[in-house]
């Protein structure tokens, strides 16, 4: 019944900005700090970025200052924009909802791949 669901992902070249967007059902998804994970490959899935239900934001350190976490809570959908994208972004991206909250629920996630 819940899901959440990634689209976005693609190769781009570096320096260039991309969007991903995860949309949740089965939730109400109000009530739910969302978060953005990735993992690179033979890397440690590394925690992005996190969105409060009030829309308060943290980041990685490695992302900050580039990256972007938002909500719109009318279309059940949380976005990570990502600009001045690197090689060393290449990673799976994982939309999550709050850690704190059992059960938590995962996206499939979504391939971004980052050319020199």
């Known amino acids: 019944q819940v899901q959440l669901v990634e689209s976005g992902g693609c190769p781009v070249q570096a320096g260039w900005p991309l969007r991903l967007s995860c949309a949740a059902s089965g939730i109400t998804f109000r009530f739910y700090n969302m978060e953005w994970y990735r993992q690179a490959p033979g890397k440690q899935r590394e925690l992005v970025a996190v969105?409060?239900?009030?829309?308060?934001?943290n980041y990685a350190d490695s992302v900050k200052g580039r990256f972007t976490i938002s909500r719109d809570n009318a279309k059940n959908t949380v976005y990570l924009q990502m600009n001045s994208l690197k090689p060393d972004d290449t990673a799976v991206y994982y939309c999550?909802?709050?850690?704190?909250?059992?059960?938590?629920?995962w996206g499939q996630g979504t391939q971004v791949t980052v050319l020199e």
């Open positions: 969105i409060t239900l009030a829309g308060n934001t």
């Open positions: 999550s909802t709050d850690r704190s909250i059992v059960p938590r629920y």
